[in-house]
């Protein structure tokens, strides 16, 4: 019997810990690691800021996920690694597939305009990039958004907002779910969708995220 164990290394979303991961379970011959947010220098560009996340991937050919601004870190992290998979889940795979509002905020620059000092509450913060009808829903994932450093959110929003990535990675596998409203599936392309999957599916559907996982991992 093979004994080797597997390593994968996760990316939370955007102000999110590791909590997110909670639900995620693989069997004993996987381990998992936790790549936590790192507070970025000022004005430092997403290419440093994910060599620097890749220096901390100590195991060699690794599987990356990233989840949401995650799955964007890690796909600039890539760069810099030698993976054995490269998977992505409710973020999108290049700024084709940016939703409209997103878009308009690139050039509006209204990401500026968000009071990230005041956001303890994330009101602001997940109405801007959720949108009003699924405060409810986030109610369960607002728990988990530790990480409420100014310099950190202000950075983060304007590199989701203005990611320039055009063209997708080889053989990267993107999970993303049906009823995802942050990042509407109509805008996703060439994804493996998990039915009635929204953008928190990570906390919500973690059997259902796990399985598909390791259906992945075995391929």
């Not at 800021?49 to 870190?73: D, Q």
């Not at 392309?189 to 059997?207: A, E, P």
């Amino acid at each position: 019997m093979n004994s080797q164990k597997t390593h994968i290394y996760f990316v939370p979303g955007l102000a999110a810990g590791g909590e997110i991961f909670k639900n995620i379970k693989f069997p004993e011959n996987y381990v998992t690691h936790i790549l936590e947010w790192l507070i970025p220098e000022k004005g430092e560009s997403l290419d440093a800021y994910a060599e620097k996340m890749a220096r901390r991937v100590k195991e060699e050919n690794p599987i990356l996920i990233g989840v949401s601004f995650g799955g964007v870190v890690v796909q600039e992290m890539s760069r810099f690694l030698k993976l054995k998979k490269l998977i992505i889940i409710s973020s999108v795979k290049s700024k084709e597939e940016l939703p409209r509002r997103m878009k308009l905020a690139r050039f509006t620059k209204a990401y500026k305009l968000i009071p990230t000092s005041l956001v303890l509450s994330v009101e602001d913060l997940t109405k801007f990039s959720i949108g009003p009808k699924t405060q409810k829903r986030l109610s369960l994932y607002q728990e988990y958004l530790h990480v409420r450093n100014k310099q950190y959110l202000d950075w983060s929003l304007e590199k989701m907002i203005t990611w320039n990535r055009t063209e997708k990675i080889d053989n990267i596998v993107h999970l993303h779910g049906e009823n995802d409203v942050v990042f509407p599936i109509k805008y996703i392309s060439d994804c493996r969708v998990i039915k009635g999957g929204t953008h928190i599916m990570i906390l919500n559907k973690g059997r259902k995220i796990s399985k598909t996982l390791l259906q992945i991992f075995e391929e």
